[in-house]
T-cell receptor, first 107, second 115 residues
């Protein structure tokens, strides 16, 4: 079964700094990889979906890369803002989720 | 579209009672997922339906849990009898499999507390 790991578990940065969130997976035969955001007490909101044949996806200040050979995906958030504070989860859409990285952006 | 709809949003019940959680997926989506989220275990897949048929229920914790999808627009997750360790947030999600962009959409969750 695919195992998905996210490190670090928590991250605190000052406003304006770029964020780098890591996701690693054990099975390189990944299906599609999706990044989600979860605010406290809320559901999961989709941020980016990278198909297994792609290497990256971009949406505004967000960029996600996928390297199947090394079993890694990285989510970059440029010029972080306090509103980016949330938990970010990655998932192989063969249904394995990471535990998430909780991000705090300090004003 | 209203997105994935779940009800109730909050449920408080006593140990031993039956609990039924409901989900309406996004119209046109052919796959539906039930997850459970706790602080200790994170987000766990309980069961996954495709075209109303259960495909993978290996995550269902025990016989006290059952899920049905009688049609493409409705699913239920039932816990009978409920126990305090079932307290968690239960999410339903749906997606349209077979499409290039198989983005998964989550409902707001049902927060269950079993006393």
């Amino acid at each position: 079964k695919q195992e998905v790991t996210q490190i670090p578990a928590a991250l605190s940065v000052p406003e304006g700094e770029n964020l780098v969130l890591n996701c690693s997976f054990t099975d390189s035969a990944i299906y599609n990889l999706q990044w989600f955001r979860q605010d406290p007490g809320k559901g999961l909101t989709s941020l980016l979906l990278i198909q297994s044949s792609q290497r990256e996806q971009t949406s505004g200040r967000l960029n996600a890369s996928l390297d199947k050979s090394s079993g890694r995906s990285t989510l970059y958030i440029a010029a972080s803002q306090p509103g980016d504070s949330a938990t970010y989860l990655c998932a192989d859409l063969k249904l394995s989720f990471g535990a998430g990285t909780t991000v705090t952006v300090r004003a | 579209d209203a997105g994935v709809i779940q009800s109730p949003r909050h449920e408080v019940t006593e140990m031993g009672q039956e609990v039924t959680l409901r989900c309406k997926p996004i119209s046109g989506h052919n796959s539906l997922f039930w997850y459970r989220q706790t602080m200790m275990r994170g987000l766990e897949l309980l069961i996954y339906f495709n075209n109303n048929v259960p495909i993978d229920d290996s995550g269902m914790p025990e016989d006290r849990f059952s899920a049905k999808m009688p049609n493409a627009s409705f699913s239920t997750l039932k816990i009978q009898p409920s126990e305090p360790r079932d307290s968690a947030v239960y999410f339903c999600a749906s997606r349209e499999e077979g499409q290039i962009q198989e983005t998964q959409y989550f409902g707001p969750g049902t927060r269950l507390l079993v006393l």
